[in-house]
Every structure is written in C-alpha cells, then in structure tokens.
C-alpha cells in the first residue's frame, strides 16, 4: 500500500503512522525522522539541517529528496509500499513525488485535521527540541502557508482520507481505518479483533 499522511505540527502523524505501519505491514517513512537522522551525523549537511530544523523551516527541497531517496530503494518499501510521514509539504515537494517512487503512484492521502490551540498544547507536552515557541511558531506558519494551499489541491489528484485528529489516539486510527475501507484499500477482516469495534466502518 502506498499512503501519504499529512497534517500540521503535533497532529499525530507520526503517532498514527506507527499504529498504521503495524496493522497493516507497510513501511513507516518520516521525513522528519530521515532529517533528524542527517543531523545527528557529523557533517556540515548535518550541521545545516539542524539549523533549519531549530528555527521551524522547511528544510530545502533537493536536500529532503536526496536523503528520503536512498529510503525508497530498500527491498522493504519496494515490496510493502510506505505510509509516508511529512512529505510532501509544499507543491514543489509534490512534483517532486514521481522521483521517489517512479513507477508507482500514490493510492490515498490521510489528512489528519486539528485545531492549533491542541497542537500547541500537545508540543509543549511533548518538548521536543524543536517544540521550543519560535520554532512552533515558524512550524504552524509553514504548514499555513506551503502545506495547506498543497493539501487543498491534493483532492482533485488522490482519494482522500480527512479525519478528525482532536480525538483519542485510538479513535483517530480506527477512522483512518474506515477512510482506507471505504475507498477499497483495505478489507475491515483483515485487520486485528482489537479494532474490529463500532469505529470501524461507520462515519469516517
Ligand atoms: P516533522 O518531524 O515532520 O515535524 P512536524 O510536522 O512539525 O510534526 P511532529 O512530528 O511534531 O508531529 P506529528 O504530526 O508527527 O505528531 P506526533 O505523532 O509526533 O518535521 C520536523 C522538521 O523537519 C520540520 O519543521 C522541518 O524543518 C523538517 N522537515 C520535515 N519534513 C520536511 C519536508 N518534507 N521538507 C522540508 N523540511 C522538512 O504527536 C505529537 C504529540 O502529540 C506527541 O506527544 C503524541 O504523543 C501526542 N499525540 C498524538 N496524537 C494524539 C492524540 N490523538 N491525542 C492526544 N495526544 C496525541
Ligand atoms: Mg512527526
């Protein structure tokens, strides 16, 4: 299966796609976690990445591509798919799609819809490095105005999977869940007794 997930600082993407990975085999890639990978290494391409990522900004475009490419060549994506986490978040990035999986398309988008006063509260739980207030700030601001203008477009191109993520951890999956069902891409008996509750399949 190949997915993408989208949604603003804090919505549960990573959260969610951990959960989805799981259930349903498909490779979890976060391009978040690729770059915080990057800075961790002792280069000046690590050196760069933790600045832009410190201040909250988009990371270059070619920079993110190179280093997810390598990701996508891995038997495991070539055979499950990926649930995608953080890319693409701007239209150029969604150009930029074709080259990570060129034979392939895209079978659905999750969009993960949140208030901004829950993720701020939900970042300043969590205190991450980058959770800091201007680097939130600038975060919030980013998603605005590159990821959301790229999301609204999204809808005419993918099937599209809109949930409401203000819920539980758990409600939020089973209606990804119902969302992927609905439009064919998974078979609700397929999935674990656990989830097989009154969430799944109704109104998601
Ligand atoms: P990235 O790592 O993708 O960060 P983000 O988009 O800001 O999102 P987060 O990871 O903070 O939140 P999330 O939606 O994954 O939520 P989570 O599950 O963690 O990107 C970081 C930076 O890298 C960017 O700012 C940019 O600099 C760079 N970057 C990344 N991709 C890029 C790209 N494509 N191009 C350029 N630059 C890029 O949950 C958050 C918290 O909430 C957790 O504590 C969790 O436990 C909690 N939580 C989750 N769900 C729920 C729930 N339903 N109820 C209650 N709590 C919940
Ligand atoms: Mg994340």
Known sequence: MRLLIAGPPGAGKGTQSTRISALLGVPHISSGEVLRDAMGTDSRVGESVRAWIDRGQLVPDELVLSLLQQRFSAPDVVEQGYILDGFPR???????????????????VIRLVVPTSVVRERLRRRGRDDDHASAVRVRLAEYEDATRPMLAEFSRAFA???VD????????????????????LIKGLDLPSRYAGSALGNDA
């Open 90 to 108: 701007n239209r150029r990035q969604a150009r930029l799609l074709r080259y990570l999986d060129p034979y392939r398309s895209v079978e659905a």
């Open 160 to 162: 599209m999977v809109t």
């Open 165 to 184: 993520a203000a819920r539980t951890v758990e409600e939020v999956t089973s209606r990804v869940l119902a969302g992927l069902r609905k439009h064919g």
